[in-house]
């Protein structure tokens, strides 16, 4: 099974502030990547597809960036409804794998 | 718009069955894979099943494999999933999802809001 690992796995910034998690997978997945947020108590909403591309209706704040193995998730300036967990997920092989997620917390 | 409602959760004593109904609307049922995800509670995302917008190529984690079945009926427009020789360990939330196309490893682009199972004697 590919092994997707996130970092740092909870993180507190400002409102404004530029933010960046990574992802790592353990072999070559292509851009065969995606990002999710889910919002406490809700379902996960896709921002992010095929590693960079913005989901439709997304905001552009939200980006991607990434191949291979090493990702990068990039929200440019933080909003406070941008509370949630970040997961990132693979989807070049099966099983499909979510990475151990991203706690984002408003300072 | 595109919506998922699960429905047929809930408590089950270890070795029970249950079957999981995901109703979907808003969206051509049968040109789209779907797809069951789990969260235990207070953990991560993990991927169950998945089925072919055709139905007829389906896929499971290891840990679920000969216990669960996936299925769909285009008439009814539901997704399935059948849960049997339940496991404290299957305890969690679960959500359908639609994907972005036939294949069934394709984006996760609309979720319902999950229906719980609890595994507990």
């Known amino acids: 099974d590919i092994q997707m690992t996130q970092s740092p796995s909870s993180l507190s910034a400002s409102v404004g502030d530029r933010v960046t998690i990574t992802c790592q997978a353990s072999q070559d997945i292509s851009n065969y990547l995606n990002w999710y947020q889910q919002k406490p108590g809700k379902a996960p909403n896709l921002l992010i597809y095929h590693a960079s591309n913005l989901e439709t209706g997304v905001p552009s704040r939200f980006s991607g960036s990434g191949s291979g193995t090493d990702f990068t998730f990039t929200i440019s300036s933080l909003q406070p409804e941008d509370i949630a967990t970040y997961y990132c997920q693979q989807y070049d092989n099966l099983p499909i794998t979510f990475g151990q997620g991203t706690r984002l917390e408003i300072k | 718009e595109v919506q998922l409602l699960e429905s047929g959760g809930g408590l089950v004593q270890p070795g029970g069955s249950l079957r999981l109904s995901c109703a979907a609307s808003g969206f051509t049922f049968s040109s789209y894979a779907m797809t069951w995800v789990r969260q235990a509670p207070g953990k991560g995302l993990e991927w169950v099943s998945s089925?072919?917008?055709?139905?007829?190529?389906?896929y499971y984690v290891d840990s679920v494999k000969g216990r669960f079945t996936i299925s769909r009926d285009t008439s009814k427009n539901t997704l399935y999933l059948q849960m049997n020789s339940l496991r404290a360990e299957d305890t969690a939330l679960y959500y359908c999802a639609k994907l972005s196309g036939l294949a069934a490893w394709d984006p996760f682009t609309a979720w319902g809001q999950g229906t719980t199972v609890t595994v507990s004697s």
């Open positions: 089925i072919s917008g055709s139905g007829g190529s389906t």
